[in-house]
């Protein structure tokens, strides 16, 4: 029998909702109180709580400690499953890919409804993700949603009903009853990083373009408070408002900035790039992006480095 890790993190699956069905509390109930209306015998399970947060609270300490419990747990573990708040969970997942090197499924889940609402999806995506878990096809890490299995590039689409999550490529696979499915795998080859804390994420913030926008006039004060990057969440195919690209030509110096779209299904390409020192994201999103880049930027990469790091997400 299989062992397997269950790191608990808080999130709605861990939510409990008000009376009136109105509003709801996540990171309230225990992993073992989860754990006890969950009947799963393929596996050894092994709990962790290591927080219990709302995931809009994610900070980059927990990710850490996140990390580093997961390198613990993969010597006499099989697999992981992380418990995780929707709201971030594909920042996390990005993130685990980048610094995690392990062909060991690691498995990421939540739930768009409180344990205690009507119609709550937690207990199913658990059991899903232990079973995707105990697959002998299951690498490396993977979200499972509403019976279906993503790859970390995925992102959340909707707050409504269970069905919460979808990919640009669609999903990698399936569960039903119990059975896991492989449609296809991932085969990029990812940078992977070394750092185990904080030290190695740079300070790297999102600035969003729009219409009348105003936003260039904080960066001399990010750069002030020790900001080394930039992701720009570009119109369309990563257009920026003609101020705000103003502003980032005058803080070119000691800023790497990267250039993303809004659009929750976009490519932008080195071709669009509306100045020469930009690096393009590719079909990553402005949250993966900032991350990518925060660990290049922590790890001392140079610019040229940043741009061939970035150009494996173009092709």
């Known amino acids: 029998m299989k062992k397997i890790g269950l790191i608990a993190t808080g999130g709605t699956i861990a939510g409990v909702q008000a009376p009136d069905m109105q509003t709801y509390t996540a990171g309230i109930v225990p992993i ?62 990005f993130l685990l890919q980048l610094l995690v090197a392990t062909h060991k499924p690691i498995v990421l889940t939540g739930a768009n409804r409180p344990s205690n609402a009507l119609g709550a999806d937690g207990l199913r995506n658990l059991h899903n993700a232990l079973c995707v878990a105990c697959s002998d096809n299951a690498h490396g890490v993977l979200v499972t949603m509403n019976d279906s299995i993503f790859a970390p590039d995925c992102y959340k689409a909707t707050t409504l009903g269970a069905d919460c999550f979808a990919a640009h490529n669609g999903a990698l696979g399936y569960v039903q009853q119990g059975a896991v499915h492989f449609l296809r795998t991932e085969s990029r080859k990812l940078p992977h990083f070394a750092a185990r804390s904080p030290e190695g994420f740079a300070r790297v913030e999102i600035l969003l373009s729009y219409a009348h926008n105003g936003l260039g006039a904080i960066l001399g004060a990010l750069k002030e408070d020790g900001v080394r990057g930039v992701v720009v969440a570009g119109s369309g195919a990563g257009n920026v408002h003609f101020a705000l690209k103003q502003a980032l030509a005058s803080h070119t110096h000691g800023l790497t900035i990267v250039c993303a779209s809004r659009v929750a299904r976009a490519f932008v390409a080195p071709a669009m790039l509306q100045a020469p020192q930009w690096i393009a994201a590719g079909y990553l999103s402005p949250f993966a992006a900032r991350i990518l880049l925060a660990l290049l930027l922590g790890g001392g990469a140079t610019h040229d480095a940043i741009a061939q790091a970035f150009a494996l997400f173009g092709d």
């Not at 709580?49 to 990390?67: E, H, K, P, R, T």
């Open 32 to 93: 073992g109180a989860l754990l006890s209306g969950l009947h799963f015998e393929g596996a050894e399970i092994c709990p962790m709580q290591l927080a219990n947060i709302d995931s809009c609270d994610m900070g980059v300490d927990l990710w850490f400690a996140l990390v580093r419990a997961i390198d613990a747990a993969l010597a006499d573990m099989d697999g992981i499953v992380i418990t995780h708040g929707t709201d971030t969970l594909e920042e996390s997942a």
